[in-house]
């Protein structure tokens, strides 16, 4: 236990010098001030149909919603990549803390913020849109409540460890590692089509393949949103994420861990 508290005191001490912390730290702040002020502005300029505007209002939501679980995870892929590139795994594999141990704290770390991440992402917006996505007298955010919101965020963040582990072992350098995060990058949103009438069936567990579906229609089904007779209840659209996300990620360490050693 000792040597985990040790790291997680290195890691304090590094918040300002770790460029990947900054960045964890900053992006909430700029997620915040854009779909507070900047996109509410957008909607009501270029959208006259009040059901567009929900639409659109409800689009914005669902990608605010995945955004930062896949940021955190693309900056902590990048991360163990350089460590990996310096043979810096090779080094803690020899010390008592162990290249699992080091794996499992660096995930647990990165989780931590992203729970963060994701929590303010969407709540601090909420706190700070003021009347911005109130559309035909109703504002969207009234029904996400602070525990639905942590709820979210805390199933969501899952997907942290598991893609940061599999971007580093697919990767062979930064250069594969950025292909790959724009790819899935696009596959992270893909959610955002369950606002389309034909994807609110049956056919929306076609997106289950995608970790961050059950979090987010969780979130959705729980504010309201969304509803169909096929939508299951918010407590198993949860329960699948963590299964699902935890199952993932455990082989993606795998994976990770024999592309390291070989």
């Known amino acids: 236990m000792r040597k985990y508290l040790e790291m997680l005191v ?19 702040l700029m997620i915040i001030m854009i779909g507070s002020f900047v996109l509410p502005r ?20 669902i990608i605010f919603s995945t955004i930062a679980p896949f940021v955190t995870a693309a900056l902590l892929g990048f ?11 090779d080094t803690i594999r020899v010390t008592p803390l162990s290249l699992r141990g080091y794996i499992v704290f660096k995930s647990i770390y990165a989780y931590l913020l992203s729970v963060n991440a994701s929590f303010w992402a969407l709540y601090g917006v909420k706190l700070l849109s ?19 919101v942590l709820v979210y965020a805390l199933v969501a963040s899952l997907f942290t460890p598991l893609f940061a582990l599999f971007l580093a072992a697919m990767s062979k350098n930064k250069i594969e590692g950025f292909a790959y995060m724009k790819t899935m990058g696009l596959f992270t949103i893909l959610p955002a089509v369950l606002v389309l009438p034909t994807m609110q069936d049956f056919k929306q567990y076609i ?45 993606s360490y795998r994976f990770f861990e024999k592309r390291v050693e070989g």
Not at 16 to 25: G, H, P
Not at 43 to 57: K, N
């Open 10 to 28: 290195y890691e304090f001490k590094n918040l300002i010098r770790d460029t990947m912390t900054v960045i964890l730290l900053v992006y909430p």
């Open 79 to 89: 991360s163990l990549i350089d460590h990996r590139d310096e043979n810096t795994l």
């Open 207 to 251: 997106i289950g393949i995608l970790p961050t579906f059950w979090a987010t229609k969780g979130l959705m089904v729980h504010a309201g949103y969304l509803s169909h007779d096929h939508n299951l209840t918010v407590s198993l659209y949860m329960l699948i994420g963590i299964v699902y996300s935890l199952l993932l990620s455990l082989l």
């Open 130 to 148: 003021g009347d911005g996505y109130t559309f035909g007298g109703m504002d969207l955010w009234e029904p996400f409540t602070l525990g639905g």
């Open 42 to 61: 957008l909607i009501e300029l270029y959208g006259d149909d009040p059901a567009g505007q929900t639409t659109a209002a409800l689009v914005i939501i």
